[in-house]
């Protein structure tokens, strides 16, 4: 399974950023992908998640309300439209992805890209 971020960058508070996440390999029809985040020196953190078979996504109390989680229906990519940026919301974001449903505990994913990097200034 790969799985491919972009879509990082700078920009100020405020702001907006869509990060993408291309994945394929995954040898089921049913997942759950969802968005991490760490911060230098911090812990990753789960941030959003989606599958294929539960009705809503699921976000951080942090993000809720700012960010928005979504699938494309013609390819295999997930986009984490990220309006309103903070600038705690810097940190390197991770796309990660496994059968079954959503988690935001990143044990729960065995499969992980190599991360975009998103910094907000103040």
């Known amino acids: 399974v790969q799985l491919v971020e972009s879509g990082g960058g700078l920009v100020e508070a405020g702001g907006s950023l869509r990060l993408s996440c291309a994945f394929s390999g995954l040898s089921t029809d049913g997942y759950a992908i969802a968005w991490f985040r760490q911060a230098p020196g911090k812990e990753r953190e789960g941030v959003s998640c989606i599958s294929t078979s539960e009705r809503r996504p699921f976000y951080d109390d942090s993000v809720e309300g700012r960010f928005t989680i979504s699938r494309d229906s013609e390819k295999p990519t997930v986009y984490l439209q990220m309006d309103n940026l903070k600038p705690e919301d810097t940190a390197t974001y991770y796309c990660?992805?496994?059968?079954?449903?959503?988690?935001?505990?990143?044990?729960?994913?065995?499969?992980w890209g190599q991360g975009t990097q998103v910094t907000v200034s103040s």
């Open positions: 990660a992805i496994d059968a079954g449903r959503c988690s935001l505990w990143a044990r729960t994913y065995g499969h």
